[in-house]
């Protein structure tokens, strides 16, 4: 299907949508927009390098990632005492990347009991097997559950108060386009949201999340003792929330751009949302997992050991033009004004008072340690790979 035909029928396909009703709200707009039949997910998910059109993650950034964060895994999985073999799920896993890296790793740190289940929207089969969860949700057992930039790809609705009175956003159809109108909302999770901020923010416009049948639903029936493990942006209840905010916290993504109308290119654009971290906590206690940690990515991987990575790299025998594109990649997963700034958290419903000053990590680990392969692929940072050089204020001395 050429560019052109998807547009006119993913077009078409929402103006029907919006038709029928007369309006949708602007969380059933851009579900249509990221999950419909042509949707931005669900249709360029079956283009293989589709991950490296609008945005870079961490995983595909390096495998120092994956590394990493298998180097936690290991200590967690020792946690349990069992010589059972423990189930790793992942919710959102893309094209398999972060699956494959951490399966790798796992492996090489002579951690063998473990099972990893990648799980996302739709089936695919191009990095690591990645299983529909409408398809098949795993038995319910002892494990880990792995999230890595799910919860801000997750719809929400979008609201406005004015004079102290709650709405919500709605799209209709006007001439070739779509406007926004103001209605009551559409549900009442987000009353119940807004009712547990103790401040005023009259005069203002945000997103809520509603939780009812939800990701949440999957985690309790999947997994029973362990650890929830969720690296994601996001903010505090302040800062998402507050007296004449004029502007939502959204990103809408289209060929590297970043925009804030979600009108723009429907089906064509990434939209994500800044996660509202109390909320997402109180959802998690919810489900009896209480807090172990919550600190930055930055934070998160120089207790891993990041700087042992730097060094060896620093070190090593590999062409220069290699070493470079490997430490500027390296250096993406920590800058502070990008991914450096995402947040780690651990959740666990086990008795123990795991920390990660804790984890007491063996400095063998970084013996061997990633570097970018062939394959999987990795995100072709801006200028590193055509022009072979780091830009100084990239670089972790």
Known sequence: MTTGVRFIKTYN????????????????????????????YTYTRSSENVYFKDYATAPLTHPAFGFLISILLSKLIKSFKTNKKLIINEFGAGNGTLAHDISKSLNLLDCKNFKYNAMDKLNSNSVSPIVSIDEKTPDKQDGIIITNEL?????????????????????????????????????????????????????????????????????????NKGYILTIDYGMNENNLFFQGKKNNNLSVINDHNFYQDYFYKPGFSDITFQVDIKNLFRNFNKLNFSNKFLISQREFLFEL?????????????RPFEEINTNRFAINQLIKPNGMGNYFVSLHSNMNNDFTLK?????????????????????????????????????LIK
């Open 305 to 317: 050991g990041i700087s042992e990575i730097l060094k060896k790299l620093s070190s090593s025998n």
């Open 13 to 40: 396909f929402i103006r029907e949508k919006i038709k029928k009703t007369g309006r949708i709200s602007s969380k059933d707009f851009i579900d249509i927009c990221l999950y419909g039949k042509n949707g931005y």
């Open 358 to 394: 804790d984890l007491d990590i063996n400095k063998s680990y970084f013996d061997e340690i990633p570097f970018i392969e062939e394959f999987p692929q990795r995100f072709e940072l801006p200028g590193i790979y055509k022009k072979n050089k780091i830009i100084s204020e990239d």
């Open 151 to 223: 919860f801000d790809a997750l719809p929400h609705h979008l609201f406005v108060i004015k004079k102290n009175k709650l709405y919500e956003k709605y799209v209709e159809i006007k001439g070739d386009g779509f406007i926004e109108v103001l209605e009551e909302p559409s549900d009442t999770c987000i009353h119940k949201r807004v009712s547990l901020i103790k401040k005023n923010i009259d005069n203002s416009t945000g997103e809520i999340y509603c939780e009812n049948n939800s990701i949440f639903d999957l985690f309790k029936s999947n997994i």
